[in-house]
């Protein structure tokens, strides 16, 4: 079983959250630290020509973006080998978990389906000196192929997001998907289709998200019709 997150630590509500004290919470090094502000000078640059992410959320980068993604970090389990992130967008969660953990040499995929976020990722990834495969290509037409741990953010709601999700699962995995307010609502039209085992991690960087951690997704019926 993976580790517990202390939901203890959360954000300021109304002071500035900025690089360190995404430092503090995150428990980095001076050196992650500083390849992540040298990524956010890039998205900040990038967004300017390409969006990446709205501007609005650029104002609270820090823990609309970074520390949203890497709260998922201590969620990883310390025998895992590989991670797939879908619809990876700028980055988050996926490429946020290459930096934390690269000591950890963790096999990193990105799917990402538009060109253009493709190219920031590979320069994210170079600039970082960060060994992670960026696949520009639809989720749905993807292969299968297992991983140790799926994650996505703002990627789709369950129903849809759990199919997406079935070619890169097999038994004894995980997913860890970040979901707003909304999740219960999403959970109960997913039991329509599948047999799901979850548990729900309260969000350390929105009060009102869920980190929603899948050990087992089955569609419903498909044991009787094997039968």
Aim: hydrophobic fraction near 40%.
């Amino acid at each position: 079983m993976s580790e517990r997150v202390n939901t203890a630590a959360m954000p300021p509500a109304e002071e500035k959250f900025g690089p360190e004290e995404f430092a503090a919470l995150a428990g980095v090094s001076r050196e992650t630290l500083a390849r992540l502000k040298l990524y956010a000078g890039l998205l900040e640059e990038w967004n300017i020509r390409t969006n990446l992410v709205s501007k609005a959320s650029l104002e609270d980068v820090w823990c609309r973006h970074f520390w949203d993604s890497a709260q998922l970090a201590p969620l990883i389990p310390k025998n895992a080998k590989s991670v797939v992130d879908l619809g990876s967008g700028a980055g988050f969660p996926g490429l946020v978990l290459a930096e934390i953990l690269r000591e950890r040499n963790l096999r990193v995929v990105l799917y990402e389906a538009t060109a253009k976020k493709c190219r920031f990722l590979a320069e994210i990834a170079a600039r970082l000196q960060l060994d992670v495969e960026i696949r520009n290509a639809r989720i749905e037409d993807a292969k299968p192929e297992p991983f140790d741990v799926v994650v996505a953010r703002a990627c789709a709601p369950l129903s849809e997001l759990i199919p997406y999700a079935q070619p890169f699962w097999d038994s004894g995995k995980i997913g860890l998907f970040l979901k707003g307010q909304n999740v219960e609502v999403e959970l109960t039209e997913a039991r329509k289709y599948w047999r799901i085992g979850e548990t729900k991690h309260p969000s350390r960087s929105d009060p009102t998200g869920t980190i929603l951690e899948l050990t087992e997704m089955h569609r419903v019926g498909a044991d009787r019709k094997r039968r």
